[in-house]
């Protein structure tokens, strides 16, 4: 079975940090794009941020400059780090995962909530 367990949400002031972390099972992280995706109450799931296989990187306009997601393959995480926080980053974060030998097939976590305060 495969299980992605986001953590790390949590209630900050705007301009603080939050670290958010994805772990997975039942498959090599390393060997999937991953990634987070956010959505805010009444509002449509968004794309946040991307990593390749290879470590490549791709962010919406939205968190570029602010955030930084990365790979933690030795204990088969994702995760995301978000500085700078505004309240329109409020929203509950998923954790994604999308196997390069399987088109077609995400795998998402259950979600961490992010509250950013004025």
């Known amino acids: 079975q495969v299980q992605l367990v986001e953590s790390g949400g949590g209630l900050v002031q705007a301009g603080g940090s939050l670290r958010l972390s994805c772990a997975a099972s039942?498959?090599?992280?390393?060997?999937?794009?991953g990634g987070w995706y956010r959505q805010a109450p009444g509002k449509e799931r968004e794309w946040v941020a991307t990593?390749?296989?290879?470590?490549?990187?791709y962010y919406a306009d939205s968190v570029k400059g602010r955030f930084a997601i990365s790979r933690d393959n030795a204990n088969n995480r994702v995760n995301l780090q978000m500085n700078s926080l505004k309240p329109e980053d409020t929203a509950v974060y998923y954790c994604?995962?999308?196997?390069?030998?399987?088109?077609?097939?995400?795998?998402w976590g259950q979600g961490t909530q992010v509250t950013v305060s004025s």
């Open positions: 039942g498959i090599i992280f390393s060997m999937n794009i």
């Open positions: 994604y995962a999308r196997p390069l030998t399987q088109i077609g097939t995400n795998y």
């Open positions: 990593i390749t296989s290879g470590g490549t990187t």
